[in-house]
């Protein structure tokens, strides 16, 4: 990108904040302490994992030979599950996590948010919980990016993924949300460190929803808080510079697992063209598109998404 260009940009988005109300939206970063009261009731608890206190959340029976652990996407959370765990926890051992840079578990202390090292991450959640079979591995976006990374790095530990609207090869979004293309520009950094108009997430949260009229105040709040956590907003520029989508498309085909790719058509951030693609690239893989649903189809409709999960674990 030409200077020229790149100085247009952070006009425009100065602009955009201005618009978005810049004067009414101070907002100094939160404590985990602060945020846990609302966002980190039971099951909830914070487990000691590389240096960090990891907020995680293991639900139903124990004695499940195949914990099913679910990575949510950029700037998500574990509650983005909620919808999936409450239809699954019942039959399956599902664990969550927020990882590092997300959530409430907040930035690694080693500033690293390289791919591999979100993949070790997850290794080591699972050995702190003391899992030490092999799971079924879902994620959401980069969540799914990570998941399809450990199962290609560590393919004992996973015996079957589940890819939702993944990240994995370089792709032209039709739409970006606002917060992320804030988040690109590093010189708004000094801006974005005490200023987060609640609007920019709103609009950010209803442009990956198909049908943005789904997007509840509830979930908004959401989305907002938990960006303030300490640390995160740095941590998120520093995501997008050390781990480009697509650095490592040409692993995708190293996947041996059985795998299940769900994808909303509305999706305007991954376009839906990714779906073949790794259904193309991962052999004996099964893909489900779903109408009407857009970047999070898990979360826009649990119902009728999660049935195609359970289909999948049923199978032998």
């Known amino acids: 990108m030409s200077k020229r260009r790149w100085a247009a940009g952070v006009v425009l988005a100065l602009v955009a904040l201005a618009g978005l109300g810049v004067s009414q939206a101070w907002a100094p970063d939160r ?8 966002w980190a009731p039971a099951p909830s608890r914070f487990i000691s994992v590389m240096d960090m206190q990891v907020h995680v959340r293991d ?6 030979p195949h914990p099913l652990v679910l990575l949510h996407g950029t700037s998500a959370s574990l509650h983005t599950w909620d919808g999936w765990v409450s239809a699954l926890k019942t039959q399956h051992r599902v664990i969550r996590v927020d990882m590092p840079g ?14 591999p090292t979100y993949a070790d991450f997850v290794i080591a959640v699972l050995d702190q919980l003391g899992v030490q079979q092999s799971v079924i591995l879902g994620g959401n976006s980069f969540g799914g990016e ?3 990374k450990t199962a290609v790095v560590h393919p004992t530990r996973v015996s079957r993924l589940v890819l939702v609207d993944s990240a994995g090869y370089y792709f032209e979004p039709r739409s970006m949300p606002i917060g992320f293309k804030l988040a690109r520009m ?28 789904k997007v509840t ?3 908004v709040d959401r989305y907002y808080e938990l960006t303030l956590r300490a640390g995160n907003r740095a941590a998120l520029s520093e995501r997008f510079t050390q ?5 490592y498309a040409d692993q995708v085909k190293e996947v041996r697992q059985p795998t299940l790719i769900l994808w909303g058509a509305q999706d305007q951030l991954i376009p839906p063209d990714n779906a073949q693609r790794f259904q193309r690239d991962i052999p004996g893989s099964q893909m489900v598109m779903f ?17 195609a999960v359970q289909r999948f674990l049923a199978q032998p």
Not at 31 to 38: E, F, N, P, T
Not at 293 to 306: F, M, Q, S, W
Request: charge should be negative; proline fraction near 12%.
């Open 31 to 38: 404590s985990v302490q602060s945020l846990s009261v609302r």
């Open 186 to 213: 590093p010189a708004l950094k000094p801006v974005m460190a005490k200023l987060l108009p609640r609007g920019a997430i709103e609009s950010s949260v209803r442009n990956v929803y198909g049908d943005p009229s």
């Open 146 to 148: 990570v998941a399809w």
């Open 59 to 64: 639900e139903g029976p124990r004695d499940d």
């Open 102 to 115: 997300f959530g409430l578990t907040g930035p690694n202390p080693t500033n690293d948010y390289r791919l």
């Open 217 to 219: 105040t509830e979930l």
């Open 243 to 247: 781990a480009p989508t697509g650095q």
């Open 291 to 307: 109408e009407g649903l857009g970047h999070v189809p898990h979360e826009e409709d649990p119902a009728r998404t999660v049935s």
